[in-house]
């Protein structure tokens, strides 16, 4: 065979090679990334559909002490979790024993403390839940429910790095005020036969507080992270600057994330596929507002990018913010577990995986229905850049197989 037809040969060898690769990716079976990834895939739809009243019967722990003993450095849960259920619904019933302000923020929430001393964060309705948030992509105030809805499209996409939450109605006159602090107590106010609070944070003012139907306040609670694994605080290298007129670096240089690859943590490790991870995540809920995110500390950029503070989010089922995908259309890769899982929920899956796991929820309905088909409709987005990546870079340099599993210390 002559020099120049072996080198056509070979071409087209490698450009068949690189097809195959794409085509068993793209939702086929026939490698064994495919074939696990369609193994947890399966796993998570059987176990999506939740329990009401649920209890732990086969362990003497607490629901606390069970959910503490899930974190890892790359998970918050696991993936399977039969007592999820037992602990969601603890979180929606438990005696609250102290009330008090939220930690410091620039949104409206309460720090509670429930029965057996366990932390939660509490963030009460603000809006309908077919109200638009106009304006900016991160305007209005925090939605609870989206916070709800982003836990468990963590869970669907196979993500598991959002602390638990379940929607919960509370009694503002005999569940918060008998329990309240000073501080928070001071903030309590009436409108009209509504009990309403304002609480203690930046953009917290007596002017706009949450206001209950009557004394029945819906919100959110949030499961604190154990205290075994502080937090450590990162600005986000795709962060917005807020300021009218004053674009980030990213926004006006589309090779921008040639210089974040040369930062630590994102020189090495998984942390820079984490940040393209969220900003799937963060597309999917509409969630412009991840200006810093968190970590476990000490971790050697090991740790997960740990999915904090998703209620900026699900609040305009019709805008499609694109620059929220920045990290992977100018870094051009993602993972070959996020790329399979994003093909198993095309056509629709996506939106029926949350309908069935939100079902569950003390608040369903979650989500209007509008939010639910611009998960879709998103979703669809998100692979035609891929895509558009994989013709550009080719699927060796864009689809990274990088699984870690780090052992529970």
Known sequence: MKLKQRVVVLVAVVLLLGLAKLFLLDG??????????LRAFRKMEAGLSLSRGARLTHTLQSPWEVASQWVGPREVYPEETPEL???????????????DVGYKGTQLKALLVLDGGQKVVFKPKRYSRDYVVEG??????????????AFHLDRILGFRRAPLVVGRFINLRTEFKPVATDQLLSTFLMQGNNSCFYGKCYYCRESEPACAEGDM???SITLWLPDVWPLQKHRHPWGRTYREGKLARWEYDESYCEAVKKMPPYDAGPRLLDVIDTAIFDYLIGNADRHHYESFQDDGGASMLILLDNAKSFG??????????????????VRVSTWNRLNLLRAGALSSAMRQALTFDPINPVL???????????????????????ESQGPDNTLIEDRINLPHP
């Open 28 to 37: 086929g079976e026939g490698s064994a990334a495919s074939r696990r990834d």
């Open 85 to 99: 259920a037992a602990v969601l619904t603890a979180l929606g019933t438990a005696r609250v024993e102290r009330a």
């Open 136 to 149: 900016e992509p991160y305007a209005g105030y925090d939605r609870h429910n989206a916070e709800v809805a």
């Open 217 to 219: 306040m819906e919100g």
């Open 316 to 333: 305009n089922p019709a805008l499609d913010e694109r620059s929220i995908l920045a990290p992977l259309y100018q870094c051009c890769m």
């Open 368 to 390: 209007a229905e509008p939010h639910l088909a611009a998960l879709d409709r998103r979703l669809s987005g998100v692979i035609e850049t891929i895509r558009q990546c994989v």
